[in-house]
């Protein structure tokens, strides 16, 4: 079973600033790694597959990149509907997911 | 519109049993495999289990924590996923999405609302 790892728990961070997410596999995933945003009461929603692909209508201010065991998920210029919990996911065997990250205006 | 709608959530005792359903309408769910997931309260994502398309014969898997107690199903003809929950213990209650990944070959593009499953005495 692969174990996901997101850090930090919470990140403080203003409007306009960049937000830098982690996500460490419990072993190698390759680039089968997602990243998903959910804000209060919704649904999750997809931002980034494939490590650094963003879906549909994901703005280019979102980015990610690693590879194996470490992920980062980048999040510069933050604007006000960003804030809100990320999760990483593999997907190379099974699915698994981080525990999340709550990003919070400073 | 391409949309998931999950139905058959409620209060059920410990050691009981509950079917959820999850309509999909705007697309053929038969090509999709279908997954559920579950959100326990103030809690992280858990992947629950998996059943893939006809091409594949419906291959099912689970996740360890509910595997022998749950099951998935699906009718084509209802473009309808089930989630059949046996044997529930209160450590199963948590809003339940039924997602699939529609555009992508892997990761979870499509979610319905969720539905609330709530294990309690």
């Known amino acids: 079973e692969i174990v996901m790892t997101q850090s930090p728990a919470t990140l403080s961070v203003s409007p306009g600033e960049t937000a830098t997410l982690s996500c460490r596999a419990s072993?190698?995933?390759?680039?089968?790694l997602a990243w998903y945003q959910q804000k209060p009461g919704q649904a999750p929603r997809l931002l980034m597959y494939?490590?650094?692909t963003r879906a549909a209508g994901i703005p280019a201010r979102f980015s990610g990149s690693g590879s194996g065991t470490e992920f980062t998920l980048t999040i510069s210029s933050l604007q006000s509907e960003d804030f809100g919990l990320y999760y990483c996911?593999?997907?190379?065997?099974?699915?698994?997911f981080g525990q999340g990250t709550k990003v919070e205006i400073k | 519109e391409v949309q998931l709608v999950e139905s058959g959530g409620g209060l059920v005792q410990p050691g009981g049993s509950l079917k959820l359903s999850c309509g999909a309408s705007?697309?053929?769910?038969?090509?999709?495999?279908m997954h559920w997931v579950r959100q326990a309260s103030g809690k992280g994502l858990e992947w629950v289990g998996r059943?893939?398309?006809?091409?594949?014969?419906?291959?099912?898997v689970y996740a360890a924590s509910v595997k022998g107690r749950f099951t998935i199903s699906r009718d084509e003809s209802k473009n309808t996923t089930y989630l059949h929950m046996n044997s529930l213990k209160i450590e199963d209650t948590a809003i339940y999405y039924c997602?699939?990944?529609?555009?992508?070959?892997?990761?979870?593009?499509?979610w319905g609302q969720g539905t609330m499953v709530t294990v309690s005495s």
């Open positions: 996911q593999q997907y190379y065997d099974l699915w698994a």
């Open positions: 072993q190698s995933v390759s680039i089968n």
């Open positions: 494939r490590t650094n």
């Open positions: 997602t699939t990944p529609l555009t992508y070959n892997d990761p979870f593009d499509i």
């Open positions: 059943i893939r398309g006809k091409v594949h014969n419906y291959a099912p």
């Open positions: 705007g697309f053929t769910s038969s090509d999709s495999a």
